[in-house]
């Protein structure tokens, strides 16, 4: 059901797979909407427990899509330097293939969001917990479960 990935000698394995994601800053989920369309669109994730969670407002093309169909694409990568002189390029990139739906219940809701502000704001408690009062009854958290995940690597040094 899932392609092998072609370049084998730059695979990697799924434990290197979830660190990479987990270091990613952002990757991009892929939906399919009911008009055919695919749609791409770069968000913030955090890891936690083998799943991933995103937040995003409560209505918008990614959940018309995510209604239609839960099946998705998410691609992260954690590093990338060009190498112009060997027209190539250093990366560590990631693709997961799984389902995801909004979270329905308030614990784990509550729990991705406190992850989320944790990982990308440690250093703002009081904001983050301001945000979590003010906003929580209008923010939607996404989960992510994974049915497949690989990745691959070039990490040549590069020639002088």
């Known amino acids: 059901m899932f392609h092998e990935i072609r ?7 799924e434990t290197e797979a979830w660190e990479i994601l987990a270091q990613s800053e952002w990757g991009v989920l892929s939906t399919l909407g009911e008009d055919g369309w695919p749609y791409g669109v770069p968000v913030n994730h955090v890891v936690l427990d083998g799943r991933i969670y995103l937040h995003c ?5 990614k959940l018309e899509n995510l ?15 060009v190498l112009p002189a060997e027209l190539s390029t250093n990366f560590e990139s990631v ?3 799984g ?6 219940d308030d614990t784990e809701k509550r729990r991705a969001l406190e992850a989320l ?14 945000a979590m009062r003010t906003e929580f009854s209008r923010t939607t958290v996404v989960r992510i479960t994974p049915d497949h995940i690989s990745g691959k690597a070039r990490r040549d040094r590069p020639k002088h």
């Open 57 to 61: 407002a409560q209505a918008g093309h």
């Open 7 to 13: 370049r084998r000698d730059r695979a990697i394995t």
């Open 117 to 130: 502000l944790t990982r990308f704001a440690p250093q703002h408690p009081a904001e983050g917990a301001e």
């Open 67 to 81: 209604a239609f169909e839960s099946r998705v694409s998410y691609c992260a990568v954690a590093s990338s330097e």
């Open 99 to 104: 389902r995801a739906i909004a979270v329905n």
């Open 95 to 97: 693709v997961l293939f």
